[in-house]
């Protein structure tokens, strides 16, 4: 029995926007300013290809984003958040987080750099945020943490302190151990519980 067209045609644009994804992925982290001509040849399609997907460089681009996001997202699923301490696991989901950022580093400060309101600037981390802020209030609730303050406040400062540490290791000032030193030091005092 042969699949309906329809379920191929809708097969082989999943296929392509994998493919286009992939490779605007590689080239835009090796070349920022890549054109979607090179991200076309790069995937082994044509331009038009590419606009059928993304009809401009900002859908490509907040795709892209998208993207990192969901490999971030399953890299900290994967770092048993719900597993041990909770500074231990909190520690283990913003390693496994920078770890998926460390693969793209011009890419990475290319999305950061993007202008972006502040709504779109929280969409965009929301899932990731999800996730720090699943094991503050696991750490809460188990008085690991202060239970004083919003669990989805803490986890914002989280995230702010966790792209500080990667700026301060980006530019040098620190290696990426001390910077991740810093950061698990900072955080723990954030989260104290009151003495």
């Given at each position: ?15 392509n926007r994998i493919a ?156 990426p151990a001390e910077a ?16």
């Open positions: 029995m042969s699949l309906p067209p329809t379920h191929n045609r809708r097969a082989d644009a999943r296929r286009i994804l992939d490779a605007a992925v590689r080239l835009l982290d090796a070349q920022p300013d890549a054109s979607l001509d090179a991200i076309a040849l790069a995937a082994g399609m044509t331009r038009q290809t590419i606009y059928a997907h993304f009809p401009s460089r900002e859908h490509l681009m907040a795709a892209v984003v998208d993207r990192i996001t969901e490999e971030a997202v399953a890299a900290m699923d994967a770092a048993e958040p719900d597993v041990g301490p909770a500074a231990d696991a909190l520690m283990r989901v913003l390693q496994a987080g920078s770890r998926t950022a460390e693969r793209y580093p011009a890419l990475t400060r290319r999305i950061g750099s993007l202008p972006v309101t502040p709504q779109a600037d929280q969409e965009r981390h929301a899932p990731v945020a999800d996730r720090i802020n699943r094991v503050i209030r696991r750490g809460q609730e188990n008085g690991e943490f202060d239970n004083r303050l919003p669990s989805d406040w803490l986890a914002a400062v989280i995230v702010k302190i966790g792209h500080a540490a990667g700026e301060v290791a980006d530019a040098g000032r620190m290696s991740a030193d810093a950061l698990r030091t900072v955080m723990l005092r954030v989260l104290a519980p009151p003495a």
